[in-house]
């Protein structure tokens, strides 16, 4: 169970490295608040890991042999964020700034989206695990959110009047999505 848990561990920081990343870039945000924050994360987070162990369901009495191909997606989704183009910055579009129900609905989407590219990863890695074990990672998933979540705001504090980077959301994201999603897929071409 313990080598279970620690790997776990390592699964989760992997996933979330852009997550992190953008939880850091809300909580510099003067429109938001941290409680708009908080809340938006976790409500997403919880989506997340619910549609991850909803799907391992499926996966385990349907598809278990073939999941692995699940790391196709980030792979994907992280050539594609290398490779797009970005549209040219105009200055005359009207950034509308939404109430705070708002708020905590654009974070919510975004970590329901940014959790989204994790099913591929955590569906294979969930599959399999008796349901104490599956119970074990999800708590260690939960309370590793509210790591992350901590971490961001240690971050903002100490950095909030340095500028952000734009390499971290041009190269590093789509690069670790890249190699999540090739480990996905040659763990279990190998496991096959």
Known sequence: MEALLVAAVG???AT???L????IAFCLDEDYATGEVVLGYYAGFVVGI???????????????????????????????GLFRREPAPRGDELQVIPGPMGRVWVVTVTAIALNGENLAV??????????????AVVAIYIIGAGVLFLGALLVTHITRDL???AWIDRWLVPTVLLFV???VVVSGWIAV
Not at 51 to 77: E, N
């Open 50 to 80: 619910g549609g991850a162990v909803l799907g391992a369901f499926v996966v385990t009495g349907v598809l278990q042999r073939w999941a692995f191909l699940l790391g196709a997606i980030p792979i994907g989704m992280g050539l594609w």
């Open 20 to 23: 992190l990343v953008v939880v």
């Open 122 to 135: 955590y569906i294979p890695f969930f599959v399999g695990l008796t349901l104490e074990q599956l119970l």
């Open 181 to 183: 999603g090739g480990y």
């Open 163 to 165: 500028p952000h980077p």
């Open 11 to 13: 699964v989760f920081i």
């Open 16 to 18: 979330n490295l852009d």
